[in-house]
Protein backbone atom coordinates (compact mmCIF):
# COMPACT_ATOMS: atom_id res chain seq x y z
CA UNK A 1 0.00 0.00 0.00
CA UNK A 2 1.21 3.42 -0.83
CA UNK A 3 2.08 5.38 2.03
CA UNK A 4 1.06 9.06 0.93
CA UNK A 5 -2.17 8.00 1.60
CA UNK A 6 -0.86 9.11 5.57
CA UNK A 7 1.22 11.80 4.76
CA UNK A 8 1.04 15.17 5.56
CA UNK A 9 1.81 16.34 2.27
CA UNK A 10 -0.29 14.07 0.17
CA UNK A 11 -2.31 17.02 -1.24
CA UNK A 12 0.37 18.78 -2.95
CA UNK A 13 2.89 16.25 -3.44
CA UNK A 14 4.57 15.92 -7.16
CA UNK A 15 5.70 12.27 -6.42
CA UNK A 16 1.92 11.77 -5.37
CA UNK A 17 0.60 13.23 -8.29
CA UNK A 18 2.56 10.83 -10.85
CA UNK A 19 1.17 8.26 -9.05
CA UNK A 20 -2.09 9.13 -9.44
CA UNK A 21 -1.66 9.92 -13.17
CA UNK A 22 -0.15 6.06 -13.49
CA UNK A 23 -3.20 4.84 -11.70
CA UNK A 24 -5.30 7.33 -14.20
CA UNK A 25 -7.62 8.66 -10.87
CA UNK A 26 -8.40 12.19 -10.10
CA UNK A 27 -5.56 14.53 -8.85
CA UNK A 28 -6.31 16.14 -5.33
CA UNK A 29 -4.67 19.28 -6.61
CA UNK A 30 -3.85 19.56 -10.11
CA UNK A 31 -0.51 21.90 -9.59
CA UNK A 32 1.24 20.01 -6.82
CA UNK A 33 4.01 22.52 -5.01
CA UNK A 34 5.44 19.88 -2.68
CA UNK A 35 9.00 17.65 -4.06
CA UNK A 36 9.45 15.13 -2.02
CA UNK A 37 13.03 14.11 -0.58
CA UNK A 38 13.97 10.66 -1.72
CA UNK A 39 10.83 8.96 -2.75
CA UNK A 40 10.90 5.19 -2.77
CA UNK A 41 8.51 3.64 -5.34
CA UNK A 42 7.71 -0.02 -6.02
CA UNK A 43 6.58 -0.92 -9.60
CA UNK A 44 4.35 -3.94 -9.50
CA UNK A 45 3.87 -5.56 -12.52
CA UNK A 46 0.60 -7.87 -13.17
CA UNK A 47 0.30 -9.34 -16.72
CA UNK A 48 -3.04 -10.22 -17.52
CA UNK A 49 -3.93 -11.88 -21.25
CA UNK A 50 -2.08 -9.24 -23.88
CA UNK A 51 -2.31 -5.90 -21.57
CA UNK A 52 -0.07 -5.50 -18.41
CA UNK A 53 -1.05 -3.77 -15.51
CA UNK A 54 1.63 -1.74 -13.45
CA UNK A 55 0.73 -0.55 -9.78
CA UNK A 56 2.78 2.30 -8.45
CA UNK A 57 3.22 2.48 -4.33
CA UNK A 58 5.37 4.55 -2.41
CA UNK A 59 6.78 2.55 0.23
CA UNK A 60 9.37 5.02 1.43
CA UNK A 61 10.16 8.73 1.73
CA UNK A 62 12.83 11.25 3.29
CA UNK A 63 9.39 13.79 3.68
CA UNK A 64 7.06 11.78 5.13
CA UNK A 65 5.27 12.94 7.65
CA UNK A 66 2.64 11.13 9.60
CA UNK A 67 -1.24 12.58 9.03
CA UNK A 68 -3.16 9.60 10.17
CA UNK A 69 -5.92 9.26 7.48
CA UNK A 70 -4.75 12.74 5.74
CA UNK A 71 -6.29 11.18 2.13
CA UNK A 72 -9.52 9.77 3.37
CA UNK A 73 -10.35 13.80 5.30
CA UNK A 74 -9.63 14.73 1.94
CA UNK A 75 -11.56 12.43 0.02
CA UNK A 76 -14.57 11.53 2.82
CA UNK A 77 -16.65 8.62 1.53
CA UNK A 78 -14.31 7.65 -1.07
CA UNK A 79 -12.56 4.35 -1.36
CA UNK A 80 -8.89 4.73 -0.01
CA UNK A 81 -6.71 3.59 -2.77
CA UNK A 82 -4.86 0.39 -1.90
Same mark, same amino acid.
Given at each position: ??????? =?? &??????? =??V??Q =? $??? =?? +?? $??????????I? &???????? &?????W?V &???A?????????????P????? +?
Amino acid at each position: MCICINC =HY &VDRCTTY =HAVEAQ =H $QQP =HL +TE $QPSFEADSPEIN &VNIHPDGD &VIEMEWDV &VGCASFTQDQGKWAKLRPGELIP +T
